[in-house]
Nanobody, 115 residues
């Protein structure tokens, strides 16, 4: 059973940075195909960061240029570096696969950005 554990969220002021980490445990062959989602109340989860088939990072428009996504095979984690945070970056963030059947969802990590 694969388990996803998100961490690194918290309170930040607009313009500051946070780094989220997704630790993956269980029977997986690689970290390929794992990205980051966000969810605000009463809205579906939205994929905000992933890797292309060639491994290049891909982001939704409103975070491009501010977020970066990294794979760390030594820690078995996929990290999301969030720079120049804005108040709209305040949902709960989750990691999971995006190109095939999802793993069980983790609890996510809450990011709260104040002005």
């Amino acid at each position: 059973q694969v388990q996803l554990v998100e961490s690194g969220g918290g309170l930040a002021q607009a313009g500051e940075s946070l780094r989220l980490s997704c630790e993956v445990s269980g029977s997986i062959s690689s970290l390929d195909g794992i990205g980051w989602y966000r969810q605000v109340p009463r809205r579906p989860r939205e994929l905000v960061a992933k890797f292309s088939i060639l491994g290049a990072p891909i982001f939704v428009d409103d975070v491009r240029g501010r977020f970066a996504i990294f794979k760390d095979n030594t820690k078995n984690s996929v990290d999301l570096q969030m720079d120049n945070l804005k108040q709209k970056d305040t949902p709960v963030y989750y990691c999971n696969r995006y190109s095939c059947r999802l793993y069980p969802w983790g609890r996510g990590t809450q990011v709260t950005v104040s002005s």
